[in-house]
Nanobody
Framework: VQLQASGGGSVQPGGSLRLSCAAS????????MGWYRQTPGEQRELVAH???????TYLDAVKGRFTISRDNAKNTVYLQMNNLKPDDTHVYYC???????????WGQGTQVTVSS
């Protein structure tokens, strides 16, 4: 499985960004798709993920501001980020997981910077 992430960039506080991540390869094996984020020197933290059935999980800090969605036909996951805050400044990594095989796949990181 290969993951290609896009989106990200720099916005002012209160702004919005949308991240996208398209999977290719053995996509039939993917159960979960989502996003982690990380700042150098800190642990990577789960932002949100969604399973094939559309069940979502969110980091408490982003609930009500971020929305994750998934298009199974396009093997793509989206992260709509609204009301962004400076604390949301991180590198965001797309991931996909095959639960049965216990395998996790990672996309390249995309920088999100929230600053006035």
């Amino acid at each position: 499985v290969q993951l290609q992430a896009s989106g990200g960039g720099s916005v002012q506080p209160g702004g919005s960004l949308r991240l996208s991540c398209a999977a290719s390869g053995s996509t039939f094996s993917i159960d979960l798709m989502g996003w982690y984020r990380q700042t150098p020197g800190e642990q990577r933290e789960l932002v949100a993920h969604v399973n094939r059935g559309g069940i979502t999980t969110y980091l408490d800090a982003v609930k009500g501001r971020f929305t994750i969605s998934r298009d199974n036909a396009k093997n793509t996951v989206y992260l709509q980020m609204n009301n962004l805050k400076p604390d949301d400044t991180h590198v965001y990594y797309c991931y996909a997981r095959n639960m049965m095989a216990g395998r996790t796949y990672w996309g390249q990181g995309t920088q999100v910077t929230v600053s006035s």
